[in-house]
């Protein structure tokens, strides 16, 4: 396992010799877009964002207006919209109760976006620093071909352009998975709070258009 471990630690002090700087802060990168990633997985886990079927039943079965069996089938619920859901069952979800569950709901939408910015910054830096990184050895490369005048060789010259284009390779390959993955992040937290509208209309039924004096109307928060 040490001999393993030596022969890997000394490839990886190669590779960021031959890419200098750039090829190391990209590498940096890398490893805190996979910690990011892995931690959003798990975070979406413990929120429970996801599909929720014992919701749509009880949704379902309330709309019915089988209340009671509508409220059994959250009595277990592990994820927040089935216990906010739970509870405003078990206050009979009266309108007034519609200001109180549309901030739980966005509180819970905003939870689920935590990190995300972090893994937006890493999709549009990761490119940018990988190109900036070819740029400076595309500046070295030509310095060398001046100073050699027509005696400089041409495998040298390449050599340096390929270790040039080292970075940009690195940097989308760092960037498109992560801009995969918080695409489909994005896309399930949109369809959570899309589940959370629903839910909201469903129990407190549609909202009121508003006019000049439901906008001056102060709101009652039902307590719960």
Do not use: N, Y
Request: some cysteine; glycine content about 10%; hydrophobic content about 55%.
């Amino acid at each position: 396992m040490s001999g393993w471990f030596a022969a890997a630690h000394a490839a990886l002090v190669d590779f960021v010799a031959l890419g200098g700087w750039v090829v190391a802060l990209l590498l940096a990168i890398s490893v805190i877009a996979g910690a990011a990633v892995l931690w959003k997985l798990w975070d979406l886990a413990m929120l429970r964002v996801g599909p929720h079927p014992a919701l749509a039943a009880a949704l379902a079965d309330w709309q019915a207006g089988q209340r009671t069996a509508a409220a059994a089938r959250l009595a277990s619920g592990r994820s927040a919209l089935d216990r906010l859901a739970a509870r405003a069952m078990a206050a009979g979800a009266p309108e007034t109760l519609r200001p109180r569950l549309q901030a739980e709901t966005e509180a819970h939408a905003a939870r689920a976006e935590a990190g995300l910015r972090l893994l937006d910054a890493i999709v549009q830096t990761a490119p940018l620093l990988g190109l900036f990184g070819t740029v400076l050895g595309m500046i070295e490369a030509f310095q060398t071909l001046q100073a050699g005048g027509s005696s400089v060789d041409p495998s040298q010259l390449a050599g340096g352009i390929w270790v040039a284009l080292l970075t940009t390779a690195m940097g989308l390959g760092i960037a498109m998975p992560v801009s995969l993955f918080l695409s489909w992040t994005e896309s399930r937290i949109a369809r959570e709070a899309q589940g959370a509208a629903l839910m909201v209309e469903v129990l407190c039924g549609p909202a009121l258009p508003e006019t000049p004096e439901t906008a001056s109307r102060p709101l009652v928060a039902v307590q719960g």
